[in-house]
Nanobody
Framework: QVQLVESGGGLEQAGGSVRLSCTAS????????MGWFRQAPGKEREFVAA????????AYADSVKGRFTISRDDAKSTVYLQMNSLKSEDTAVYYC?????????????????WGQGTQVTVSS
């Protein structure tokens, strides 16, 4: 069983930057494709970014493309989400997720394990 712990959220200014981290327990992190999702108040959870195993192929939601960057460090069992040019609409609880199966990176149901989430609030 993989446990995921997110960190790095907080109150940020519009136009600013923040980096989220998600650290996994266990020694098999390299086997997991990783994703970031977010959920704003009153809205459904939505895909943000994902990164594959191995060479680390990435995918992004259109709303964050060019502003956010996902990366992973398998030696540290950690996936990151670098968030730049923040907007008020980026305000949400951000969740990281891990998947051992195949499937589209933006589909939440493919992910087997989820973190508790970290709040990011962007003030304008």
């Amino acid at each position: 069983q993989v446990q995921l712990v997110e960190s790095g959220g907080g109150l940020e200014q519009a136009g600013g930057s923040v980096r989220l981290s998600c650290t996994a327990s266990g020694r098999t992190f390299y086997q997991y494709a990783m994703g970031w999702f977010r959920q704003a108040p009153g809205k459904e959870r939505e895909f943000v970014a994902a990164i594959s195993t191995g060479v680390g192929v990435t995918a992004y939601a259109d709303s964050v493309k060019g502003r956010f960057t996902i990366s992973r460090d398998d030696a540290k069992s950690t996936v990151y989400l670098q968030m730049n040019s923040l907007k008020s609409e980026d305000t949400a609880v951000y969740y990281c997720a891990a998947s051992v199966g195949l499937g589209a990176p933006d589909i939440a149901s493919r992910y087997n394990h989820w973190g508790q989430g970290t709040q990011v609030t962007v003030s304008s």
